[in-house]
C-alpha cells in the first residue's frame, strides 16, 4: 500500500484518511487526494510514504454523509478497500 493507493481511494469513496505519524503527528489524506500534515509549519524531517508504511491503524471519515461517525480500521482491512477486485470494498462503501 502506497500512499498514492490512499490518494486514489480518497477520491473515488469521497473519504478522509487519516494515520498516526511516529512523532506524534497525524497525515491526513483529504477527500481530493491530497496528504497534509496539520500543524506542520516547516519542512519535514519525515517521509510520509516511509512513515504510512509503519501505520497500521487508520481512521475513515466519509466526506458525502457528514452523519457518520469517523471509523477506525486496521491496515489489512485497509488495504482489502483498495484492492481493484475486492468484492467487501463496494459492499463497504454502501454502507458508508
Known amino acids: 500500500m ?20 511516529r512523532n506524534g503527528m497525524e497525515c491526513v489524506v483529504n477527500e481530493h487526494g491530497i496528504a497534509q500534515v496539520p500543524g506542520l509549519h516547516s519542512i519535514p524531517d ?8 509503519s501505520a497500521t491503524s487508520f481512521v475513515v471519515e466519509s466526506v458525502a454523509t457528514p452523519s457518520a461517525k469517523p471509523r477506525p480500521i486496521q491496515r489489512d482491512e485497509l488495504a482489502s478497500m483498495i484492492a481493484p477486485d475486492s468484492p467487501g470494498a463496494a459492499v463497504e462503501h454502501e454502507d458508508e
Do not use: G, T
Not at 519525515?46 to 508504511?53: G, H, P, S
Open 46 to 53: 519525515f517521509n510520509l510514504e516511509q512513515e504510512l508504511v
Open 2 to 21: 502506497k500512499l498514492a493507493d490512499l490518494r486514489k481511494l480518497s477520491i473515488r469513496r469521497q473519504i478522509r484518511i487519516r494515520f498516526p505519524i
